[in-house]
C-alpha cells in the first residue's frame, strides 16, 4: 500500500472549517484514500473513503486532487469533540487486508 | 452493545508471566484484526483472520506472540514470557468481507497491557 504524508500536528478553531491535507504521491490506480480519527482513550473510528472523486457524508468531506497525489479531509464547522488524531490511509479497493496506519495529524480544535 | 467487545480492559502483568487478551467481533463479520498501539504512535498490525484462518500474520513481532480464532468468530492473542516492551495498548477490529465493499474496520476501545 501507498505510503501517506501528513503534518504532525494542527489547531482550529471551535466552529471554523478544519483542513486536513495528505499527500499520496506513490498511490496507484486501484488503491483509495481512507480516512479515520482516534479520539483519546478509544480505537479509530472511520470517517470516509474514495477513489477519485470528491465525496461528502455526514461527518466530513474529502477532496481528492485530479492527479489523486494529494487529499484534504474537511470537517466543516468543527467542534471540540473533534480533536483527535486524523489518520489519511491509501489501500487498494475491496481489500480486505489490513489498513497500514501512519503517525497521523493531531488535529486539537480551540474554543 | 453491537460493537467490537475487548476484554479486559486494563491488565497488569509482571515479566515473564502469560497473558490473553479476548476479542468479540460484530456477529457477521468474517474478517478479524489485531493491532497494537505504544503511547504516541499509530496503530501497528499484527495479524487478520479470515474466518478461522490467519491470512496474513506478517506482523507478529516474535514467536512469543500467538492468535487463535478457533471458530470464526471470537479471537484470542495471546502473549508467553512477557516482556516490559509488550506493554501497549492493544486494539481489535472486525469487518465484512463482501467483495466489491467499503470493508470499514470497526474497532474496539482496546486492552491496555502493563507490564512490570
Known amino acids: 500500500d501507498a505510503k501517506t504524508t501528513q503534518p504532525p500536528s494542527m489547531d482550529c478553531a471551535e466552529g471554523r472549517a478544519a483542513n486536513l491535507p495528505c499527500n499520496h504521491s506513490?498511490?496507484?490506480?486501484?488503491?483509495?484514500v481512507y480516512w479515520y480519527r482516534q479520539i483519546h482513550s478509544q480505537g479509530p473510528q472511520y470517517i470516509i473513503h474514495g477513489l477519485k472523486n470528491n465525496e461528502t457524508n455526514e461527518m466530513a468531506s474529502l477532496i481528492i486532487t485530479e492527479d489523486r497525489k494529494s487529499s484534504t479531509l474537511i470537517l466543516p464547522h468543527a467542534t471540540l469533540r473533534d480533536t483527535a488524531v486524523y489518520y489519511c490511509i491509501v489501500r487498494v479497493g475491496g481489500s480486505a487486508r489490513q489498513l497500514t496506519f501512519g503517525s497521523g495529524t493531531q488535529l486539537t480544535v480551540l474554543p | 452493545g453491537a460493537g467490537v467487545s475487548q476484554t479486559p480492559s486494563n491488565k497488569v502483568t509482571e515479566k515473564g508471566k502469560y497473558v490473553e487478551l479476548r476479542c468479540d467481533p460484530i456477529s457477521g463479520h468474517t474478517a478479524l484484526y489485531w493491532y497494537r498501539q505504544s503511547l504516541g504512535q499509530g496503530p501497528e498490525f499484527l495479524i487478520y483472520?479470515?474466518?478461522?484462518?490467519?491470512?496474513?500474520d506478517s506482523g507478529l513481532p516474535n514467536d512469543r506472540f500467538f492468535a487463535v480464532r478457533p471458530e470464526g468468530s471470537v479471537s484470542t492473542l495471546k502473549i508467553q514470557r512477557t516482556e516490559r516492551g509488550d506493554s501497549a495498548v492493544y486494539l481489535c477490529?472486525?469487518?465484512?468481507?463482501?467483495?466489491?465493499?467499503?470493508?470499514?474496520?470497526?474497532f474496539g476501545e482496546g486492552s491496555r497491557l502493563t507490564v512490570l
Open positions: 477490529a472486525s469487518s465484512f468481507s463482501l467483495a466489491g465493499g467499503n470493508r470499514e474496520l470497526f
Open positions: 506513490t498511490i496507484s490506480g486501484n488503491e483509495y
Open positions: 483472520f479470515q474466518g478461522t484462518g490467519a491470512a496474513d
